[in-house]
């Protein structure tokens, strides 16, 4: 079956940064994408990658090895405000639906 | 610009009652998507129209669930004979091409 998968949890120190990974298997891939998403607040898209590398874009690093259905969200410089859910996202679209499928979600703390 | 636009924010049914949901896109976006999101199954897509037209409803279930797109500027999600499993945050998003969505603050339904 089809499936994004993300660590629940992670923390890390103000000041430093986050490695946030997200693997997947879907049956066809167009695309990835994050967001970031705040207790009882809306997904906030961050980024979207669909060729191999690394996509930087300031606070916001993205990288994408699309061989091994795995991605990373690089936070440099955190921050506290950082602290929230980051959502990975997959468009697998073989039929050309742009239909998201969704991990669970990572949580990071970001401590003082 | 207001965002996507859900009404009501929280809406609270009777066990068998029916449940509509109403959707206000972002102006000149051509898609809308309907998502629902619960903490044991994170964001699930239920589906999706491009320009007006129903696209992929492939996450709906087909039973007691309907989405309907009357015109531009808004999107309705029905739920017909509600159970308690339906109890959830539903999130309605648009987009102009597929990749940056935007998500409203959602509907969080409970059925009682």
């Known amino acids: 079956g089809q499936g994004v998968e993300q660590p629940a949890k992670l923390m890390s120190v103000e000041g430093t940064f986050a490695r946030v990974n997200c693997t997947y298997s879907?049956?066809?891939?167009?695309?990835l994408s994050w967001y970031q998403q705040r207790e009882g607040q809306a997904p906030v898209f961050l980024s979207y990658?669909?060729?191999?590398g690394l996509k930087d874009s300031g606070h916001f690093s993205t990288f994408l090895s699309r061989s091994n259905g795995y991605s990373y969200l690089l936070l440099t410089e955190l921050q506290i405000k950082d602290s929230a859910s980051y959502l990975c996202?997959?468009?697998?679209?073989?039929?050309?639906?742009?239909?998201?499928?969704f991990g669970s979600g990572t949580q990071l703390t970001v401590m003082p | 610009n207001a965002g996507v636009i859900q009404t009501p924010r929280h809406k609270v049914t009777g066990k068998g009652q029916e449940a509509t949901l109403w959707c206000e896109p972002i102006?000149?976006?051509?898609?809308v998507f309907w998502y629902r999101q619960t903490i044991v199954q994170g964001l699930e897509f239920l589906t999706y129209?491009?320009?007006?037209?129903?696209?992929?409803d492939s996450g709906m279930p087909k039973e007691r669930f309907s989405a309907q797109m009357p015109n531009q500027s808004h999107s309705t999600l029905k739920i017909q004979s509600t159970q308690p499993q339906d109890s959830a945050v539903y999130l309605c998003a648009s987009s102009f091409q597929g990749i940056e969505v935007f998500f409203g603050k959602g509907t969080r339904l409970t059925v009682v």
């Open positions: 102006s000149g976006h051509s898609a």
């Open positions: 996202a997959v468009r697998p679209s073989s039929s050309g639906s742009w239909q998201l499928i």
């Open positions: 990658v669909v060729l191999d």
């Open positions: 879907t049956s066809g891939f167009n695309g």
């Open positions: 129209f491009r320009n007006q037209a129903p696209i992929d």
